[in-house]
């Protein structure tokens, strides 16, 4: 995103960070407005005048906010945006729904300035499934909160929507989703893209026995998925293909994932890695058996650029429009699923054709270069 503006506007990069970053070798450097400023999340810091004015001009009713939103109000960030001349800013662009406070308290003292954000996860929708799917035990304490939040982001969010000047969902359905509450004309479907250029130097390996799901493991719908994937269909694919290895790959694996890592077994969590690409070279079959979720996936846009077969549940392909198209495998029943996996694994010229079909597939509708088109159009018309 930050490529398909900078070359047309003035920029002024502003992030959060929790470990010291080097931006020396980042190839965006020296071609912002200023030096990228970073606030640190661990720093603590108290208010200064300027971020104290900046933090009470935002309407009290937005601090009745869930706690994964109030968990951002940083005062290292109010302080380093309002040190900033905001009187020159003719847009502020929020990658995260988690920081429209700051947005709305930019507003507040000018509201000249046009809000723009990108809603990768339409946080009640998402909160609603996760209470609707994960295991939780009827009219306990921890059901009725997980309900109350549902409701809270839902208020956030109405509270929010009207002030925004634009916002960016991942497909279609989020977006008739959001236009129950927004105004159509501001909601603009924006993909998940990968840059298929630097994926499409991979070379699968076609005698490869691995299962591979990439994901942040702290995310619910994934840590969920790994777990129930281990349960119900992980025994049916190893009955009928001994040699079949299962890697877990990404950051954040709770204790139940961690748990399910077993070498005797052929299941391998990997934690934090410092580039999936190798795992996805070394895979046979990228998997997404996850049953609830919002946006759009991008480990599986990744893996198809990568040229490798992809057997996806209908929730985890949701806002990727497959539709007469064979680039994947869409199974929803433990059964079903084994069974596309086992196609794959059996036949290596199936997966070598399924693999070209979806890289191909990919790159005419997910190419971050087609993608910065279409950013670079919706700035143009704010």
């Known amino acids: 995103m930050l490529k398909a503006i900078v070359d047309e506007h003035r920029v002024t990069f502003v992030a959060l960070h929790r470990q010291p970053v080097d931006l020396e070798a980042w190839e965006l450097q020296g071609r912002f407005e200023v030096p990228p400023i970073l606030s640190s999340v661990c720093e603590n810091t108290a208010l200064t005048d300027q971020g104290r004015r900046l933090r009470d001009s935002v309407r009290k009713h937005w601090w009745l906010r869930p706690d994964s939103i109030a968990n951002y109000d940083i005062p290292s960030l109010w302080n380093t945006l309002g ?36 809603i990768d996860d339409i946080l009640s929708l998402s909160q609603y499934r996760n209470v609707r799917f994960r295991p939780v035990k009827p009219f306990s304490r921890y059901y009725y909160t997980s309900w109350l939040d549902v409701l809270r982001y839902h208020l956030f969010e109405s ?25 159509p004309s501001k909601i603009h479907v924006v993909p998940n893209g990968a840059d298929v250029a630097s994926l499409a130097r ?6 490869s026995c691995r299962l591979t799901l990439v994901g942040d493991y702290g995310n619910p719908p994934n840590a969920h998925a790994a777990i129930n994937f281990v349960q119900r269909t992980w025994p049916l694919i190893q009955r009928e293909f001994p040699a079949v290895e299962l890697w877990l790959v990404g950051s954040a694996p709770n204790k ?26 070394a895979t046979a079959v990228s998997i ?9 996936r991008l480990k599986i846009i990744e893996a198809m650029a990568a040229g490798l077969p992809v057997v996806s549940t209908t929730a985890a392909a949701e806002g990727i429009d497959f539709e007469g198209h064979d680039v994947a495998r869409i199974a929803d029943q433990p059964a079903e699923f084994a069974r596309a996996c086992l196609d794959f694994l059996k036949h290596p010229e199936l997966r070598r054709s399924m693999g070209e079909r979806a890289r191909k597939f990919v790159k005419a509708r997910y190419d971050w270069s087609a993608i910065r088109n279409d950013i670079a159009a919706i700035y143009r018309t704010i």
């Open 288 to 296: 997404a058996p996850i049953m609830f979720g919002t946006g759009t």
């Open 83 to 118: 040190s900033l001349d905001l009187s020159q800013f003719d847009v502020i662009h929020l990658r995260w729904m988690f920081l429209a406070p700051y947005a709305l308290a930019i507003k507040a003292l000018m509201p000249q300035i046009k809000l723009v954000v990108d």
């Open 202 to 207: 991979l070379v699968p390996d076609f005698e």
């Open 256 to 281: 139940a994932v961690q748990g399910l890592h077993d070498e005797a077994g052929k299941i391998f969590v990997t934690g934090l890695v410092p580039e999936v690409t190798p795992y996805l070279e």
């Open 159 to 183: 509270a929010t929507l009207p002030f925004l000047d634009s916002m960016w969902v991942c497909s279609a359905r989020d977006r008739e989703y959001l236009a129950r509450r927004a105004d």
